[in-house]
């Protein structure tokens, strides 16, 4: 039964908004008007989702915290023995946000239609992404929905603290770095300049580092709004770049060169890699298949087209450790455990322990990169305000020889 959005005037003259299930938007407005409401505005759920492109539904969109939450409380329901038209219904109500609540019980009509949960899902693309609807449509043709859905309950989960750990990680220098720039810019600009003017007075040459100070207080003073607006107009300069995609792979064989990012990068696509392929392959994915909607999650375009070529060397006969191997960008642990993996037929359990090493081999190195930056910018910030106060300090020192 389909269902429509409705947004209709009470007696009172005020606007009320929601969802009804049924057949047609004639049935709706009659049911509105047995309940005294006068229909403004009805729209089908998924006619609108079409109309939007599948990627807004009214301004909203279903953001990672909330497919985490609904994935774990769907897995909980099915594995409690929930019917799956229950279970749908169940979340859409209880949900907090309306374009949530719109995108379940849209789902849930089509599953009340006969349409596989994997078909329903996939006419809200923005939603769910490739990974969830291939890993979803598999647990059905296999009979196991309920495991497949723990395990896509932990995976989501999983990824959205990963996410959060590591933007939590960089909250902190990011904001000491503000400050000191901040810091730094307010006494060149404010407080430098009053003080220097007693050094007129001087007869004589002042400190080198005084006149330093004076050329840069000058230069920020005089050229400080066109600085922000040439950093502004660079910044937009290289977003505008990297939308071209030689720019961008360019940008990111360059990040994978980097001393310390570029295994930071090949470290967390590696994990997003493995624990994808091993979610997929316990689930009844084929290989081939789960290989490229594997590769589909890696972020950095280099890694991901050596992906795609291994899937090619695959599907002629090449074991999935070598054509990975030849890429030279998978670390050779994670080749190892692949490799064991296809040798013992456990390849979604070494998969797993692959992502787990590289999980926390990148969280370790987050965390020194993280003590590393934090007394860095304690340093620097130091001594850029110890330059300050003493090519101040200096010239006053002097007076009595500079004094005419």
Do not use: C
Not at 365 to 389: D, F, N, Q, S, Y
Request: aromatic letters at 6%.
């Amino acid at each position: 039964m389909p269902a429509f959005e409705y947004v209709a005037l009470n007696t009172g003259g005020r606007e009320e908004k929601g969802i009804l299930e049924a057949d047609t938007a004639r049935q709706v407005r009659q049911l509105l008007r047995n309940s005294a409401l006068t229909p403004l505005e009805i729209n089908e759920v998924v006619q609108k989702q079409k109309k939007s492109d599948g990627a807004r539904l009214f301004g909203g969109s279903l953001n990672k915290a909330d497919l985490a939450l609904m994935t774990r409380q769907l897995a909980t329901l099915v594995s409690a023995g929930s019917p799956l038209e229950e279970a749908l219904g169940t979340i859409s109500r209880q949900s907090e946000h309306r374009s949530a609540r719109r995108i379940f019980s849209a789902i849930r009509s089509r599953v009340m239609e006969g349409h596989t949960l994997a078909s329903s899902l996939g006419q809200f693309p923005s939603a769910f992404p490739v990974l969830y609807r291939a890993t979803v449509g598999a647990g059905e043709q296999s009979g196991h929905l309920a495991q497949v859905l723990e395990r896509l309950a932990d995976y989501t989960e999983n990824s959205l603290l990963n996410q959060q750990k590591v933007s939590t990680a960089f909250i902190y220098p990011a904001l000491l770095a503000l400050v000191a720039v901040g810091i730094v810019i307010a006494l060149l600009k404010f407080v430098v300049p009053n003080v220097i003017s007693v050094f007129d007075t001087f007869d004589g040459d002042l400190p080198t580092l005084t006149q330093m100070l004076i050329a840069s207080s000058n230069f920020l003073e005089n050229h400080g709004i066109a600085l922000v607006v040439g950093i502004i107009g660079f910044i937009v300069f290289v977003r505008y770049l990297l939308k071209f995609p030689s720019w961008k792979r360019r940008s990111h064989r360059l990040m994978l060169k980097l001393p310390l990012v570029g295994r930071l990068v090949r470290g967390v696509n590696t994990e997003h890699f493995a624990r994808t392929l091993s979610i997929l392959a316990s689930s009844g994915v084929p290989i081939l298949d789960a290989l490229k909607i594997a590769g589909g999650v890696i972020t950095n375009i280099p890694m991901r087209e050596a992906v795609d070529e291994a899937t090619v060397k695959v599907r002629e006969g090449m074991a999935i450790n070598k054509a990975l191997q030849q890429s030279g960008y998978f670390p050779p642990m994670v080749i190892y455990l692949i490799a064991s993996g296809e040798g013992s037929g456990q390849l979604d359990q070494m998969l797993e322990r692959a992502a787990i090493q590289q999980e926390r081999e990148t969280q370790s190195r987050i965390t020194k990169m993280v003590g590393l930056l934090e007394p860095l910018l304690i340093l620097v910030m130091g001594g850029a305000v110890t330059a300050i106060v003493l090519a101040i300090m200096l010239p006053i020192l002097k007076m009595p020889q500079f004094i005419r």
